[in-house]
């Protein structure tokens, strides 16, 4: 009984956390979702000795914002960062802290991007070059014990720092560890281990590689991210990172010199040229992919080696989708299915059944509730999301959301996408853009591709009325409808020349 007591007095039964983070990787590239062009054994893995959430939804589809929900369990206008251009404001509660407080040791580890140093992890390096990006060769970090440089590749040097922690924390603590990479963000640089995958093969096209959006309204056709026009030389490797060491040049060189040079022979125009954007393209960011699967394997074996693994939740998740030539186009910002939709998988073992599927309606704005949760903490009542964890135990809570509320502020910006907001039902989806007031219906059973909006159908205005309802009741919910815009900076618009943010 006594040991009973202290056991829970000092939490050694609760469940450590590790999350699984990385930057930009689209569910349609990881096979347990179905990829048609990839393999992702080791998330493959989670997803066989656990729970695939096939309806996890971000809440604006945009790096910085999404992890700042993640902290916060609060959407972008409550927790303040509704943009990559905002500083966090770190004197907010968070997972973090929350956690620390409940016994927990937590760390931090590789991408952050929240320009404010991080506040209450026990331990924490994050990138910190390239304006937080980090860079994916010899990355800079900044660390709560100064700044850092290590030679390398940043997916594996991220791995081994979240290692090297866990190798020295304290044992009879349970641990909170955000384990988050920079991969598979733009300029996709693969890493050595993976630079010679896909060489001779080539990848199947989206159907909608050179697709006109004109089912579309007006914002999807004024947007600057297409395959065809805005990659830069640099994106596309016909020239390399500046920082690469002279050995690390000749193997970048080594890699892609045949290939650049029978480009620029080829002087390829129109389709064919966009069909070689894609095709170097999709390969490096599957690339980056594959060395982020390779690295999770080095983390599930650590669990495994030490006995861990039972006693730890596995999660894996990624910032927002993607566009992997979908519409033509790569990037995230918009509503659309392709970027709203984020990967989610989640082992604990004990908890929820291997290999079983979740369809309900889930954000990221329930992580750190079910964060929380987990630990058998209570859920501060201004935390906009809910626990997942009656989910996870197979169980739908009664009045579980019908519908997830999405609002995207970033505009002027990188890639021209106009501001919206909207409602996603598990059948429809109404998207306001409300700067020019056009709208967009789609009805997700007879058009999963969203390829034409039905607003205007007459057939439709009786579910436009519907969900326009929804959408107001939503605003008032999450108090957006009372939130007010700040103005912003004229900016330039379009992808930088060095392929950042
Ligand atoms: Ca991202």
């Known amino acids: 009984m006594l040991m009973l007591l202290l056991a829970l007095a000092v939490g050694a039964d609760r469940p450590n956390i590790v999350f699984v983070f990385t930057d930009d990787h689209a569910s349609h590239a990881i096979s347990a979702y179905g990829s048609k062009i990839n393999q992702t ?16 939804f971000c809440t604006n589809s945009i790096c910085a914002p999404s992890r700042a929900v993640i902290l916060t369990g609060k959407h972008s206008h409550i927790n303040g960062l509704i943009d990559n251009n905002v500083a966090f404001n770190g004197s907010q509660p968070h997972i973090g802290k929350l956690l620390g407080a409940a016994g927990y040791q937590t760390a931090l580890i590789g991408k952050w991007h929240l320009k404010s140093d991080p506040t209450g992890f026990d331990r924490w390096a994050v990138l910190s070059g390239a304006g937080g990006q980090g860079t994916y060769y ?36 349970p641990f909170f560890l955000m384990y988050q990479h920079k991969a598979p963000h733009r300029s996709w640089e693969p890493g050595p281990a993976q630079l010679g995958l896909y060489r001779d093969v080539e990848i199947p096209e989206p159907p909608t590689l050179f697709d006109d959006h004109s089912g579309l309204a007006g914002p999807a056709k004024k947007q600057e991210m297409t395959i065809e026009k805005h990659l830069s030389p640099f994106d596309l490797k016909l020239t390399f990172a500046k920082n690469l060491t002279k050995e690390q040049l000749a193997v970048f060189e080594g890699a892609y010199r045949a290939e650049n040079e029978a480009f620029k022979k080829a002087n390829l125009t129109g389709k064919d040229l966009v069909r070689w954007k894609y095709q170097r393209y999709i390969k490096d960011y599957l690339r980056c992919v594959a060395g982020v699967d390779d690295n999770l394997g080095r983390v599930l074996k650590y669990l495994d080696d ?13 910032d927002q989708g993607f566009y992997l030539g979908d519409r033509g186009w790569y990037d995230k910002r918009w509503m659309y299915e392709e970027s709203l939709r984020m990967p989610l998988i989640v082992r604990w073992p004990g908890v929820v059944k291997p290999g079983s599927e979740n369809k309900d309606l889930v954000q990221n704005l329930d992580f750190a509730a079910t964060f929380l949760d987990a630990a058998g903490q209570k859920v501060p009542g201004d935390m906009q999301g809910h626990s997942l964890k009656p989910l996870l135990e197979g169980k739908r809570p009664e009045g579980w959301r019908k519908s997830i509320y999405y609002q995207y502020f970033e505009f002027p910006g990188p890639h021209s996408v106009a501001k919206h907001y909207g409602v996603r039902t598990d059948r ?74």
């Open 306 to 318: 030490e006995g861990l693994s039972k006693n730890t939740i596995v999660i894996y998740s990624s």
């Open 41 to 56: 054994p080791n998330i493959d893995r989670l997803a066989r000795e656990g729970m695939l959430f096939r309806n996890c």
């Open 428 to 501: 429809h989806k109404l998207i306001h853009y409300h700067a020019s007031n056009e709208w967009e219906l789609f009805d997700l059973q007879t058009d999963p591709g969203e390829r034409r909006s039905v607003y205007a159908d007459p057939g439709y205005q009786e579910t436009v009325k519907t969900l326009k309802a929804e959408l107001d009741r939503l605003r008032k919910l999450y108090k957006a409808d009372t939130y007010v815009e700040p103005i912003m900076p004229k900016k330039k618009s379009g992808p930088t020349k060095k392929g950042a943010p």
């Open 138 to 173: 010899n990355p800079e970090f900044k660390t709560d014990q100064g700044p850092l440089k290590v030679t390398g590749y940043c997916t594996d040097i991220t791995t081994d720092l979240a290692l090297d922690w866990m190798k020295k924390r304290d044992a009879k603590k």
